[in-house]
């Protein structure tokens, strides 16, 4: 220890402790100035990219080349259509080369999936494909107007308006749906010249042609169960005079499905209609031997539906011991079921439009029945799509996109705006893009719009459809932000505005109650995008309205918590520094020698009180979020300012280049003096700006710590 020290000890002990406590702030007010500072220099780092990143935000429509009536983008990796020809084509997604492939063949629908294309050709007919297009098509038996697959089924229309489904890889044994008929559902027919029934194929078989000779849809009875859960039957024998009446019945007991009951009555029979009751009439139930159902109670074979031989002379046996050559059995419909005109398939649900051009659902495995879908359910249609599994869209009777989510809890709420009238939309399986054809074939993709480091302007749509009533409200997600000139305006309001964080703008240019009214969307709050003629919405440079996005607010927030522990030690540091004058006057006193080590102490402190009052001068997180937004438009300034500059010079050189010297206006001399002039000021304040800063950094390094 000195003597200096000793004495100081000697004669007051607590002053040594105090330039120790001085010491030890000044190194802590050295390392947070120092960490300070690398913030400032990262959140500027920040901001800089923000306002060097030029990249608009990406979405919205992109035409792709060709010309396709229908489209669609069901498959996983490619995108099929047909053209106006019936030619087929197909393009890998996302076919933004326009790379279109003809494949062989001709269809007027097309559907596509992961493993399989289907489609109908102009004569109805059933074809599937590899979904890449390799390999031959495939017939598949059956007749059809529309045909769409999803969730492990494929589903169509009829030729007659009803609809069928087929587990896949469905080779063509297609379950009825629904049929649309005034009363009765043929289920059953057999004809004398076919005796070739069994339990394999007793339950379906034809079922694409009602009018087939021999006939089947047995397995679908459970379908067509009433409210008082029965079964009404009304069984006939055409062509034979005998049994010229119908029979019909209720009971309980599908004869298809239960196999315990061969003797006795089934289950809830109930007459209705009941002209025969010979040979131990009973009701409908399963035989197994002769043939797959018959009506005695006792084991016989009268009344029977799918015999397996013939009995007598090529004939069937039918009702009171008669023998006829056609036997048929209708089931009374539960419901009247709409009659469809196109099919669409996620991995969930088939939706249909009628003939009405209403939209219905039903579970995609054939459960249920047909119920009308969609919020309102009476809207019409020209088209509907569900394969994007998450969204249904439909095209309006206006020819414009409409979706809602695939339980239609949500409104129809209309989506884009193509160029023209839209006929076909298909949406993606795996993401939110879709497609779309227009009345002039063309070809639309719509990608989701995703922000860049620019404000992005979306034209006719509108974020916050519905969600204020006023044009002078707020809510919860969306702040009213004053009436402005201009959608630039509204910006720059949102970006002033500290209360808030805000991914997007919306702007009401159009004249009326909500003319030039400008409406902030909150960072995370709800939104309800739809097309508004006129209306702008405006998406923030990289989801949000703050400078420097997430990242910045934080480092923001570091900035401010480090400002605040700097006040503390310089409050700290002023209490020691009162004792460190007094320290002072004993030593000129006693010790003069010593003079310039406590004036080395003295000037340390004051170097660092001046650094300390320059942060305590500086703003806290709020005004240094605006010192940010005041130096990113200002460098929004400076860069259209330099391409003037720039634009300004070319054509000076340009001009002084290719005129005679004897030409040259005196007013052009003056311009180039006056040019000169400012570029010499401005560089000049730059360099005795960044010279001030570098030396005021350099002699705080020389200065040693006490």
């Not at 394999?200 to 009018?211: A, L, S, T």
């Not at 196999?259 to 029979?269: E, L, S």
């Not at 059995?329 to 539960?334: D, G, I, P, Q, T």
């Not at 204020?468 to 409200?473: A, K, L, S, Y």
Request: hydrophobic residues 30%; charged residues 25%.
């Amino acid at each position: 220890m000195t003597s200096f020290e000793n004495e100081i000890i000697k004669d007051k002990p607590n002053k040594y402790k105090t330039i120790i406590d001085s010491r030890v702030l000044s190194r802590k007010i050295k390392m947070k100035l120092d960490e300070y500072t690398n913030l400032e220099d990262e959140y500027d780092n920040i901001i800089q990219a923000e306002v060097d990143d030029h990249q608009k935000g990406s979405g919205g429509w992109k035409r792709i080349n060709g010309g396709i009536k229908q489209i669609s983008a069901a498959g996983k990796d490619y995108i099929w259509g047909i053209n106006k020809d019936n030619h087929i084509y197909n393009c890998k997604k996302p076919c933004d080369d326009s790379a279109w492939k003809r494949i062989s063949g001709g269809l007027k629908q097309i559907s596509g999936g992961d493993k399989e294309v289907w489609g109908v050709n102009s004569s109805d007919s059933i074809y599937k494909k590899n979904q890449d297009g390799s390999g031959s098509w495939k017939r598949i038996r059956g007749r059809a107007s529309n045909v769409s697959q999803g969730g492990g089924y494929v589903w169509q229309v009829g030729t007659d308006n009803s609809t069928w489904y087929c587990r896949e890889p469905c080779n063509g044994e297609w379950s009825l749906g629904s049929k649309q008929s005034d009363e009765w559902t043929l289920v059953f027919r057999q004809t004398n010249n076919n005796w070739n029934w069994n339990k394999n194929n007793g339950g379906n078989r034809h079922v694409d042609k009602n009018g087939a000779q021999n006939y089947s849809q047995l397995e679908n009875l459970e379908n067509f169960r009433g409210d008082d859960g029965k079964l009404t039957f009304k069984m006939t024998y055409p062509g034979n005079s005998k049994l010229s009446s119908p029979q019909i019945w209720k009971q309980t007991s599908n004869p298809w499905t239960v196999r315990d009951n061969r003797n006795g009555q089934v289950d809830g029979y109930e007459a209705i209609s009941v002209p025969y009751t010979g040979d131990q009439w009973g009701g409908l139930r399963w035989n197994g031997g002769p043939c797959l159902i018959s009506g005695s109670k006792n084991g016989w074979w009268w009344y029977a539906i799918g015999s397996f031989d013939s009995y007598g002379s090529n004939l069937i046996p039918g009702a009171n011991g008669t023998l006829v050559g056609k036997t048929e059995l209708y089931v009374k419909n539960k419901t009247k079921d709409p009659a469809m005109v196109q099919l669409s398939c996620n991995n969930k649900y088939v939706y249909g439009l009628d003939t009405n051009k209403n939209a219905w659902r039903r579970p995609i495995n054939g459960s249920g029945t047909w119920k009308k879908f969609g919020n309102p359910n009476d809207w019409q249609f020209y088209w509907i799509n569900a394969s994007n599994n998450k969204d249904v869209f439909a095209i309006g009777m206006n020819r414009w996109i409409y979706k809602t989510d695939i339980e239609g809890k949500q409104s129809w709420t209309r989506v884009g705006k193509p160029a023209s009238g839209v006929t076909t939309v298909s949406g993606d399986p795996d993401n939110e893009k879709y497609y779309i054809t227009n009345t002039n074939d063309a070809i639309y993709r719509h990608d989701p719009i995703k922000t860049g480091g620019l404000w992005y302007d979306i034209p006719d749509e509108n974020y916050q459809m519905g969600m204020v009533n006023n044009p002078e409200q707020s809510s919860d997600d969306w702040k009213y932000l004053g009436k402005h000139d201009n959608i630039d305006e509204c910006k720059l309001a949102a970006v002033k505005d500290r209360s808030k964080e805000y991914a997007s703008v919306v702007y009401y240019p159009e004249d009326s109650g909500w003319n030039k009214s400008c409406f902030g969307g909150v960072k995370g709050g709800k939104t309800n995008p739809q097309y508004q003629s006129k209306t702008i919405t405006s998406l923030a440079p990289n989801g949000t309205s703050r400078m420097g996005g997430t990242k910045g607010m934080q480092i923001l927030k570091q900035m401010k918590k480090i400002h605040n522990e700097i006040k503390k030690l310089q409050k700290e540091q002023s209490s020691n520094s009162i004792g460190l004058l007094k320290t002072k006057d004993m030593v000129n006193l006693e010790l003069g020698v010593t003079n310039s080590n406590m004036e080395t102490i003295l000037e340390k402190l004051d170097k660092k009180r001046i650094a300390i009052n320059k942060i305590l001068d500086e703003p806290d997180a709020k005004a240094v979020e605006e010192d940010g937004d005041i130096r990113r438009s200002s460098s929004y300034v400076v860069y259209l300012l330099w391409i003037l500059i720039v634009i300004l010079t070319l054509g000076l050189v340009l001009h002084l280049y290719t005129t005679d010297s004897e030409a040259i206006s005196p007013i052009t001399y003056i311009f180039v003096s006056v040019w000169a002039v400012l570029l010499f000021s401005y560089y000049y304040r730059q360099l005795v700006d960044y010279g001030g800063k570098t030396w005021d950094s350099i002699s705080d390094l020389l200065v040693d710590d006490v």
